[in-house]
Nanobody, 118 residues
């Protein structure tokens, strides 16, 4: 069982920055991929950014050029640097880990609130 613990959320003004962290209980170097998702009130959870074990990163169009996902295998931690934040970025942000070979298992953190004021 993998546990994921997010931190770094909070309240920030539009144009500001935040860095989210996700600490995993296992060795993230062995994970297929890790990612950040978000869910705003009344909306479905959506992918924000994802990084594979090989280091390839993928971003949602809405955050390209503003957000950066990175990983520190030594610390078993994944980060999401969020710059130029907009009110539309307000949501609960969830960390995700995908693990497995034949069957892929998804693990989720408890979420951290990000609120961007205009």
């Amino acid at each position: 069982q993998v546990q994921l613990v997010e931190s770094g959320g909070g309240l920030v003004q539009a144009g500001g920055s935040l860095r989210l962290s996700c600490a995993a209980s296992g060795s993230i170097a062995s994970f297929n991929a890790m990612g950040w998702y978000r869910q705003a009130p009344g909306k479905q959870r959506e992918l924000v950014a994802r990084i594979t074990s090989g280091g390839s990163a993928h971003y949602a169009d809405s955050v390209k050029g503003r957000f950066t996902i990175s990983r520190d295998n030594a610390k078993n931690t994944v980060y999401l640097q969020m710059n130029s934040l907009e009110p539309e970025d307000t949501a609960v942000y969830y960390c995700n880990a995908q693990i497995g070979v034949v069957v892929i298992y998804n693990y989720w953190g408890q979420g951290t609130q990000v609120t961007v004021s205009s």
